[in-house]
């Protein structure tokens, strides 16, 4: 009884406050070939890429165990500045999509490499307008790209991926040009690393970090990068 009680309470806490408890979209983690085609670093220090790949609890969870990351906020991203708030996203009428900023150093990680971890391990990236028990638009998969050179990078890469039929299937990834980022709610920030064992993280969102470990041992790093730490 005690432990039903606590199951419900999960449940309904979960429900209120982000992603959806479900089937797992989980375990999927598959070692995917580098990008053909990378941004040039161009002497920078830090650089931003914007994606999006189902709740962005998990996606986020998942930068900020990579190294080169030096920050990995939750948001949103292809809608307006106005309807950026939690509930409005969640109707899915928005144009938003759950996404994640990450502002890391192209000195020590790519622009490719990050996109090659969204692809490998941060989302099913076939799946249209869902991820496992997660539906609708604000759930898509899709890349915001800063500028002309990454959007060229991520179409290439798209392109290369559905020609060696790495998924069993087209990607349903978009790439988004031009979208601001707006970032999410604080008690969204950090989320998988505050909260591991709710159940929709340990069943979805752990395993997407186990995945990261084992599919990229040399540049996974055990200590996250947490927002509320900076």
């Known amino acids: 009884m005690i432990v039903m009680r606590w199951l419900s309470v ?50 986020q969870g998942v930068y900020q165990h990579v190294t080169g990351v030096t920050s990995a906020v939750s948001g949103y991203a292809g809608g307006e500045e106005r309807t950026a708030q939690y ?20 000195r020590v990680i790519s622009y490719g490499r990050i996109l090659q971890i969204f692809f490998a391990v941060a989302h099913d990236p076939t799946e249209l307008n869902r991820q496992g028990p997660d539906e609708g638009p604000q759930y898509r998969s899709a890349i915001f790209p800063a500028n002309d050179e990454q959007a060229r990078v991520a179409k290439a890469y798209i392109q290369q991926l559905n020609a060696a039929h790495i998924f069993g299937a087209d990607l349903a990834t978009t790439i988004e040009p031009g979208r601001a980022f707006y970032r999410a709610e604080d008690y969204h920030q950090d989320f998988l690393e505050q909260h591991p064992s709710y159940p929709y993280i ?27 730490a900076q």
Do not use: Q
């Open 87 to 106: 509930d409005m996203v969640g109707t899915g009428r928005t144009g938003h999509a759950e996404s994640v900023r990450v502002v890391y150093d192209p």
């Open 10 to 59: 999960a449940l309904l806490i979960v429900l209120s406050t982000g992603c959806m408890i479900g089937s797992s979209a989980s375990g999927r983690g598959r070692l995917v070939p580098a990008p053909a085609v990378d941004a040039e670093t161009g002497g920078r220090t830090s650089d931003v890429a914007v994606v999006a790949g189902g709740c962005f609890w998990g996606v």
């Open 202 to 228: 340990a069943v979805n969102d752990l395993p997407k970090i186990s995945d990261l470990k084992r599919l990229f041992p040399d540049i996974y790093r055990a200590r996250p990068v947490l927002v509320g």
